[in-house]
């Protein structure tokens, strides 16, 4: 492919993420916001809509469910969201609270499965959400199982950006924490992604011991004290085993 085709598929993928983030827009709106002259944007849009990735009405464009089919065929693909099985809405159902499975995508924290308790909070968490690594609970808990090399890699890239006031910005810090997850063999982030709230996650490994993903389970900060801090954790470690055990077997 040469740089002008490259330059071009990145401009496209820019008109859709630009169209998903503002929820859609109109031709000059999005030209004055990428950019772009008006005439690029509006033959990329059009080129969507005929591939059935956006749609118009009233000169008013917006991606479609498309995505959804794509990204939901490839979830399906994945092993470890095979191997989650009914995990999931256990430890939703057992905590009351918001579970999710996150893995690691470029860089970041997807989430790639969502149950939510009878007292879960709506957190607006969806399949294909992405988050800063270092700001999350699930997103520690997987860098706690990559080598220093792939943080500082990590940490490099995408440096470590203040979500909230709480959020972990000093590398010593974070370095220092991911130790100590390992130890304990669960991470906790208070605020540090979503101020007010308390989320737990345990690492789910592969049999070669290779990070593959995370268990998260969130709540208000008033509901989970000390106590149910640990028996959310234990939840939570269970449910990775035993999605650990499973992945031997999809």
Known sequence: MTKSSNRSVERAFAVVDEL?????????????????????????????????????????????????????????????????????????????????????????AVILAVQEGTDAVNLFAYPGARMPLHATAPGKAMLAHMSDARVSEIIDRHGLVAVTSRTITDPDVLYEQLKRIRQQGYAIDEGERIAGMVCIAAP???KSNQIRGAICVCGPRSRIDETRRNEIATVAQRAANVTQVNLDYV
């Open 20 to 108: 998903a983030e503002n929820g859609g827009g109109r031709v000059s709106d999005l030209a004055d916001r990428l950019d772009m002259p008006v005439s690029t944007v509006h033959d990329y849009l059009q080129a969507l809509v005929e591939t059935g990735y956006v749609s118009v009405d009233e000169n008013e464009y917006r991606t479609t469910t498309r995505f959804l089919e794509v990204g939901n065929r490839e979830r399906h693909r994945l092993e470890i969201f095979k191997a989650v099985r009914d995990e999931l809405e256990t430890v939703a159902e057992e905590t009351d609270e918001h579970a999710t499975l996150m893995i690691e995508e470029d860089d970041q």
């Open 204 to 206: 789910v490994l592969d």
